[in-house]
């Protein structure tokens, strides 16, 4: 049986309370957020190595395969403990209209978080790069697959409009938040396992933009010297992406769900009602 919706918004802005909190140790709020950025790289980087080789081969299996793998991302960051900023999107905005936090300590958690998880993308992309973990299986001639993927991606995101490139930050994380809140109402880690796996395979496999994933893609592309990969085009993308999320997150499920949670904790339920009377009766002398 899932948590209430206003159970849930009432803890989510417990949740909020407690980050803001946590900005009074930077130290320890950087760490975190650099945590949630390495996490994310963590999958991208399963996505290049894994379906490279399928995107070398044109197979129509490709999107499928990086959405079913995909969802390592999220788990880590939900259960290993990490501050996401897109996540951190939704969780402020209810933190607000629950009155747990202020407008400023939301920005400040969602921008903290955002410079974390950038930071912790950039170290996490270089140690890959180290690694030359991308560029195996290469021969003669012809470009490692998992660098041929990464080049390849990034050649069509830096193609993409300003609003093909916002509409789907905010589609993408209307359905990363969907998983973080659908996790928040149910208590089965394995309800949760499942609810991340489903909202990020749709995410991958519909071709949405994450700003988070695509700080590791990009951090990756400029260490690797992908052409397309310019400071210019990774700002851009981090811009226009990183305001589709903050929509799609703060408020098409955020705002959406705080006004319903909020809604139902103030109107009582004839249930409810005819429970109080009951009591009420109850207490009467005989």
């Given at each position: 049986m899932p948590v209430s919706v206003s159970a849930a918004l009432s803890d989510q802005g417990q949740v909020a309370a407690d980050k803001i909190s946590?900005?009074?140790?930077?130290?320890?709020y950087l760490v975190s957020s650099m945590l949630a950025g390495a996490y994310i790289g963590v999958a991208v980087v399963l996505l290049f190595a894994v379906t490279g080789p399928l995107l070398a081969a044109s197979s129509p299996w490709t999107k499928l395969i990086q959405g079913l793998i995909f969802g390592i991302a999220l788990t880590l960051v939900v259960f290993a403990g990490a501050e996401l900023s897109t996540g951190n999107m939704m969780t402020s905005v209810q933190g607000m209209i629950t009155r747990h936090g202020s407008i400023s300590g939301g920005i400040a958690v969602i921008?903290?978080?955002?410079?974390?998880?950038?930071?912790?993308?950039?170290?996490?992309?270089?140690?890959?790069?180290?690694?030359?973990?991308?560029?195996?299986?290469?021969?003669?001639g012809h470009v490692a697959p998992g660098l041929a993927a990464l080049a390849a991606v990034i050649k069509v995101k830096a193609a993409e409009s300003s609003s093909a490139l916002f509409f789907r930050g905010v589609l993408c994380n209307f359905l990363v938040c969907l998983a973080v809140w659908?996790?928040?109402?149910?208590?089965?880690?394995?309800?949760?396992?499942?609810l991340i796996f489903w909202c990020l395979l749709a995410f991958i496999?519909?071709?949405?933009e994450h700003v988070v994933a695509n700080m590791t893609v990009y951090s990756l592309g400029m260490f690797e010297h992908v052409k397309a990969a310019t400071l210019a085009g990774f700002a851009r993308n981090l811009l226009l992406v990183g305001l589709g999320n903050l929509i799609g997150g703060g408020l098409l499920v955020g705002a959406a769900y705080g006004y319903l949670g909020h809604r139902a904790a103030q109107t009582p339920t004839p249930v409810g009602e005819l429970a109080d009377l009951h009591e009420e009766l109850a207490g009467l002398p005989a």
């Open positions: 946590e900005l009074r140790t930077p130290g320890r921008l903290g978080s955002f410079i974390g998880n950038l930071i912790g993308s950039l170290v996490f992309a270089w140690l890959v790069h180290a690694s030359g973990v991308l560029s195996a299986g290469a021969t003669p659908m996790s928040a109402r149910t208590k089965s880690d394995g309800a949760k396992l499942g496999g519909s071709g949405f």
